[in-house]
Structures are given as structure tokens and as C-alpha cells.
């Protein structure tokens, strides 16, 4: 679980301007709206980038900012448009396929987003660009069969009562290799029994771990990422120390993340999941300071992220939960 307080488009988008030609005399330039976005002026900044995008439609940062400010701003059919245009114009620009795919998954169209995350990981960009396509890869990736006959278990505090699969070890034997086919027998059951046992005692649902699990490492016991984050749920250093345990060890690794997120949880209250994600991803101080998902472009689609797998798990039984639906 990784802390990262960059700005909402500034480590994906205002790098590129960092060090290029110089801002044209006449106004609006590229910068006057990242200067309006920065400041949180939507509207001014969708205006200024749309007025570039028509009178420079050859320039692909424009249409990719403009794409910027119509996600923020929820029209994701405009963003969607601008996305594509910019990715017509800069093929290799991994970032613009970053942000086309998230717009297309978005509009509930998964596999030209899965598309545009996979164009994403061939295309020049920074190795966190990278990072981020497999993230949500991860989270698109089809799931396994599962069983879902049989009795069910007694409705919990995270919502009703769970089908057999749910209760299922073997169930949970089957995610572990399904996202990492390279865990060995021990290893995927030792997963499994602690993805069960820790969501029982600390009463979470264990779908909701896989999911968080599935984006935050895809299983990979030994995942680093290169802000620290260790082990399978991706546990910084210092949140590993003050729970206790050692991220390396996939059962403690665990139960520290189910720990932390059951404190989000405790936190931010059981009806906000997307809040205690946000947490788990950016920290808690971030999202007390924003006050709800802080506005960096990473958290918001981790968030959406485990939540959209944390939909697929759920819809495997045919039904939700009323807080479930609010996802």
C-alpha cells in the first residue's frame, strides 16, 4: 500500500511539459490551463484546452489534457473522445492510453480498455505508468469458475448471507493461482487459509481481500514496488512495523492488510468502503485532509479498481447488498 501524493495529473501529464518548447506569446497556452487545473478550476481549464485542442488539433497534449478535465469533470464520453484523439496523434504515448482506458472502462466497455492498458504497457512511458496498466489489468482479468451451489453461511456485518464458494478454502486456492500460476501448493493454500481466517476473525468480507490483493500485488508474495510497498498487500515499511509483522512472510502479510483496512473501516465507517480503499492507497491523513477520495489520479482508479473486481466477485452469488450496490 503505497503513499503517493502527487498531484491528480501532474506525474502523468505536466511532466511532459516540463522542459519543452517555450509557451506561445499569445494566450491560452497549455500551461494556463494545467495552471487553472492545478488550481482546481474545471470549467476554465476545460475552455482554455478545448481553445488549443481547435486552433492546434495536431498538438496530442492538449487533447490529453482536455481528456484530463472531462474525466475529472464525469463526462467520460467527451473524455473518451479526447483520449482517442490524443492517442491518434501520439501512438506511443503510454500515458494517453492509460487515461483512454480508464475513461473506456468507465462507459463499461472492458475490453477495449483491457486494449488500451495492454497498448499502454508497450508504449513508451515511466515505469509507473507501467505500473499502473498492470494494475488494472489486474483488475479486468477474467475469473476462474467457481462453485456456487450449495448451503450458504450466516449473514455477517458487511451484508448477507454468503454462497458455499465463499466459505470455500479450495475457492480461494483457485484466485491465489489463478492470478499467480507460479505459487507453489503450500504456498497458494497457506494464502488461502490466511485470506479466510483473517476475514472471518476480523469479520471482512473475503472477496473484498482478493480484489484488494489481486490489484495491489496480482499474488506475487515477493512484490516491490518502488515507493517501498512489500509482499501481497503491498504494506509500506513503517505501516508493517506498527502492526507487527513482516511483509515478506505471506501469511503475516496478510493479516496486517486485512488489520489495516479493517481500521479504515472502523474509521471512516462500514457504508464507506470507497473511503477506507482511498485510505489503504494514499493514508488516512489524505483522505481526512480532502475530507472523501483525495484527487490524485492513482488513488481514484485504485479505488475503482478493487472496487469493480470486488463487483465481479460479488455478482458470482446473483445477488448484493444494498451497501454492495453503492460501490
Known amino acids: 500500500m503505497s503513499v503517493r501524493g502527487c498531484a491528480l495529473a501532474a506525474s502523468l501529464v505536466l511532466a511532459v511539459l516540463a522542459g519543452g518548447r517555450p509557451a506561445a506569446a499569445s494566450p491560452p497556452t497549455l500551461r ?3 495552471a487553472a487545473y492545478s488550481q482546481g478550476r474545471l470549467d476554465r481549464a476545460r475552455a482554455i484546452f478545448h481553445q488549443v485542442a481547435v486552433t492546434r488539433p495536431g498538438e496530442h497534449h492538449a487533447w490529453l489534457w482536455l481528456g484530463v478535465v472531462e474525466f475529472q469533470r464525469k463526462d467520460y464520453g467527451r473524455a473518451e473522445q479526447a483520449f482517442g484523439r490524443a492517442a491518434h496523434l501520439a501512438p506511443q ?39 499502473l496498466a498492470q494494475q488494472a489489468l489486474r483488475a479486468m482479468r477474467p475469473l476462474p469458475a467457481l462453485p456456487v451451489a450449495g448451503p450458504v453461511g450466516q449473514p455477517s456485518r458487511s451484508g448477507p448471507a454468503a454462497p458455499a464458494w465463499v466459505l470455500n478454502l479450495d ?3 483457485t484466485l491465489a493461482k489463478h492470478y499467480n500460476s507460479s505459487l507453489s501448493v503450500v504456498e497458494s493454500d497457506a494464502i488461502a487459509r490466511a485470506i479466510l481466517g483473517y476475514s472471518r476473525h476480523f469479520n471482512l468480507d473475503p472477496r473484498l481481500v482478493v ?24 504494506l509500506m515499511p513503517g505501516t508493517a512495523r506498527a502492526l507487527g509483522v513482516n511483509p515478506w512472510d505471506p501469511v503475516q502479510n496478510v493479516y496486517g492488510a486485512i488489520r489495516y483496512l479493517r481500521g479504515n473501516l472502523d474509521q471512516f465507517g462500514w457504508g464507506n468502503t470507497h473511503l477506507a480503499l482511498a485510505a489503504y492507497n494514499a493514508g488516512r491523513g489524505a483522505v481526512e485532509r480532502y475530507e472523501g477520495i483525495p484527487p490524485f489520479a492513482e488513488t481514484q482508479w ?26
Do not use: C
Open 171 to 173: 475457492s480461494y486456492r
Open 93 to 131: 504515448d503510454a500515458s494517453v492510453h492509460l487515461w483512454w482506458g480508464h475513461s473506456l472502462a468507465k462507459l463499461q466497455r472492458p475490453e477495449e480498455a483491457a486494449r488500451a492498458f495492454e497498448r499502454a504497457l508497450l508504449a513508451r512511458g515511466s515505469l509507473k505508468v507501467y505500473d
Open 32 to 34: 494556463d490551463g494545467a
Open 211 to 234: 480484489a484488494l490483493i489481486a490489484v495491489e500485488s496480482g499474488f506475487q508474495p515477493r512484490a516491490l514496488s518502488r515507493a517501498g510497498a512489500m509482499g501481497l498487500g503491498q
Open 302 to 327: 485504485y479505488v475503482a479498481n478493487v472496487t469493480s473486481l470486488y463487483r465481479r466477485l460479488m455478482a458470482i452469488r446473483g445477488e448484493m447488498s444494498e451497501l454492495h450496490r453503492r460501490l
